[in-house]
């Protein structure tokens, strides 16, 4: 039995725009990312429901940031779990040309794209 009545259904929901909120707190996390305030972007990222609850795009950026923080504080595993958040969002993700030649985070983003592979 086909169901037809349900074929031009889209695949999924169409986005919300994110909250003002979550673009304040977005906001927060590049200007801590900038200052060098890496634990301060790891815990904000972390802790906030609406980054978590955000649009696609605002989740990326937040994650991205988080893995940055982690490469460069050293928690190389937490960095690479990270990124795989980011690939699960988007399997077509791609760092930015001068982001995926750092030494730090470009080699752990490529370990975790080709798990994402798998």
Same mark, same amino acid.
């Given at each position: 039995m086909v169901l037809a009545g349900c *074929? @031009?259904?889209? *695949?999924? *929901? =169409?986005?919300? =725009?994110p909250t003002p909120e979550a673009l304040e707190q977005l906001q &927060? +996390?590049?200007?801590q990312y900038s200052a @060098? /305030?890496?634990g301060e972007v790891i815990r904000g990222v972390a802790r906030s429901d609406e980054l978590a609850a955000s649009s696609k795009a605002v989740r990326i950026e937040a994650y991205k940031l988080q893995a940055f923080s982690? $490469? +460069?504080?050293r928690y190389t595993q937490l $960095?690479?779990?990270s990124f795989s958040r980011i690939l699960q969002i988007d399997p077509a993700f791609e760092l930015a040309p001068n982001e995926a030649g750092h030494? +730090?985070?470009g080699p752990v983003f /490529? &370990? *975790?794209k080709s798990q994402a592979a798998k």
């Amino acid at each position: 039995m086909v169901l037809a009545g349900c *074929a @031009g259904l889209p *695949a999924s *929901a =169409p986005e919300h =725009p994110p909250t003002p909120e979550a673009l304040e707190q977005l906001q &927060r +996390v590049r200007d801590q990312y900038s200052a @060098g /305030q890496y634990g301060e972007v790891i815990r904000g990222v972390a802790r906030s429901d609406e980054l978590a609850a955000s649009s696609k795009a605002v989740r990326i950026e937040a994650y991205k940031l988080q893995a940055f923080s982690y $490469c +460069v504080s050293r928690y190389t595993q937490l $960095c690479e779990d990270s990124f795989s958040r980011i690939l699960q969002i988007d399997p077509a993700f791609e760092l930015a040309p001068n982001e995926a030649g750092h030494p +730090v985070w470009g080699p752990v983003f /490529q &370990r *975790a794209k080709s798990q994402a592979a798998k």
